[in-house]
């Protein structure tokens, strides 16, 4: 709980000032329908005055040691610094407008694609206390799922883990009431300012539309052997097998409808 009291000495800081703030979630997310396991990453919501980013915690600081790396030079190369991360989306949020761009790579590829997602949320008089925040529970149906979510207006920030946004405080926990996918907020930071979007990086994603990034990401996926093969990358016989089985299963994605 120590987290939590620290947390709520800055909010009045936050109100006044609207200074960058770290807000870390932790996800549980059931990935296969056909296995009865959870993965769990952290993530971290990058807030400024005009919006934020959404970012594996892993992939973050690969992308760090990655550019470390890349300013020292080969001899400093430690593959076993690099974390694996399971997620290597980013998502970027324009508060003014309620724009949402959704960056995402696989192999050689980047692509990024533009939404205004439209949150219809039914908020409950049901309160919850969560840490040391005050709660109050919305609910919705969107991307296929029905969704519970418990937000606190001692942040006054609209904006939460994922795309999710557009309630009138930060969201603190939300999951689909299947439980197959959930986000926890658990560490918030004041941090100095920063440019977090590096946007010279950002910038080379291909813009396309989410219809088109769907459809790739298919195809890719389909053909993952082959497409690794024609950029280079020689996968051994046990590393095709797993790829081959997991196109095969199930995968459980948290947007089941687009």
Excluded at 29 to 50: P, V
Excluded at 53 to 67: G, L, P
Excluded at 189 to 203: A, G, P, Q
Excluded at 209 to 235: F, P, R
């Amino acid at each position: 709980m120590k987290n939590y009291i620290l947390i709520l000495l800055t909010i009045s800081s936050f109100i006044s000032a609207q200074q960058n703030y770290v807000f870390t979630y932790r996800m549980d997310a059931k990935l296969s329908t056909t296995q009865d396991y959870k993965t769990t990453e952290d993530f971290y919501l990058f807030s400024s005055k005009t919006g934020s980013f959404f970012i594996s915690e892993k992939f973050n600081t690969r992308d760090s040691i990655a550019q470390d790396i890349a300013n020292k030079g080969f001899e400093s190369l430690n593959l076993s610094k690099i974390p694996k991360a399971q997620f290597k989306f980013i998502v970027e949020k324009n508060y003014a407008n309620n724009m949402v761009n959704f960056y995402d790579n696989i192999l050689n590829y980047k692509f990024v694609y533009e939404e205004t997602p439209i949150f219809e949320w039914s908020i409950s008089n049901e309160k919850l206390k969560i840490g040391e925040f005050s709660c109050t529970k919305a609910t919705m149906t969107h991307y296929g799922r029905d969704w519970v979510a418990w937000f606190t207006e001692e942040i006054p920030l609209q904006d939460g883990p994922y795309k999710f946004s557009q309630l009138p405080g930060l969201i603190v926990r939300i999951n689909d009431t299947q439980d197959h996918f959930k986000f926890d907020l658990f560490s918030i930071k004041k941090i100095e300012h920063k440019d977090f979007s590096e946007k010279k990086k950002l910038l080379s994603y291909k813009k396309i539309t989410k219809k088109e990034y769907l459809e790739s990401m298919q195809n890719i996926n389909k053909n993952i052997v082959k497409e690794a093969s024609d950029i280079g990358i020689t996968l051994d016989e046990e590393t095709q097998k797993r790829l081959s089985k997991k196109r095969k299963s199930d995968r459980n994605k948290l947007e089941l409808i687009p």
